[in-house]
Nanobody, 127 residues
Framework: QVQLVESGGGLVQAGGSLRLSCAAS????????MGWFRQAPGKEREFVTT?????????????YYGDSVKGRFTISRDNAKSTVYLQMTSLKPEDTAAYYC???????????????WGQGTQVTVSS
C-alpha cells in the first residue's frame, strides 16, 4: 500500500501562485509515476500533470501536462523525500478545484491507471 498526503491548497487571487505538495509513504518502490488531477464542482475529474519518478528516457518525456495548464503549472519531484510538487502560476478562477495527488506504475493521463489517491486539497482562485 502507498499513502499520499497533499498539502498547500488555499485561497489565492487571480494571477497569483500556489505550490502543492504530495508526500508518499509506504511501499513507494512500487510506484513509477505520480501525478495530479483536479475536480471542480459539477465537473468530471481532469488530468493536470504527471511525472516519472526515475529514469524517463523510455517514455520519451518524464513529464506531461494537460492543455489547460501548460506553461503555467510545473511538476517536480524530490525522490529522496518521496514527494512531488505542483507549482501553479498565473492562476485563473477556472483553476478552482479540489486537487488530487495520484500514484501508479505507468505513465498515463487516465485516472484509471493510477492505483493510489490522496484525499485532495482545495484550491480556490478569486477573481
Amino acid at each position: 500500500q502507498v499513502q499520499l498526503v497533499e498539502s498547500g491548497g488555499g485561497l489565492v487571487q487571480a494571477g497569483g501562485s500556489l505550490r502543492l505538495s504530495c508526500a508518499a509513504s509506504g511501499r513507494t518502490s512500487s510506484v513509477g509515476v505520480m501525478g495530479w488531477f483536479r475536480q471542480a464542482p459539477g465537473k468530471e475529474r481532469e488530468f493536470v500533470t504527471t511525472i516519472v519518478l526515475s529514469g524517463g528516457s523510455a517514455y520519451g518525456s518524464s513529464t506531461y501536462y494537460g492543455d489547460s495548464v501548460k506553461g503555467r503549472f510545473t511538476i517536480s519531484r524530490d525522490n529522496a523525500k518521496s514527494t512531488v510538487y505542483l507549482q501553479m502560476t498565473s492562476l485563473k478562477p477556472e483553476d478552482t478545484a479540489a486537487y488530487y495527488c495520484a500514484a501508479g506504475s505507468y505513465l498515463s493521463t487516465a485516472e484509471g491507471r493510477y492505483r493510489y489517491w490522496g484525499q485532495g486539497t482545495q484550491v480556490t482562485v478569486s477573481s
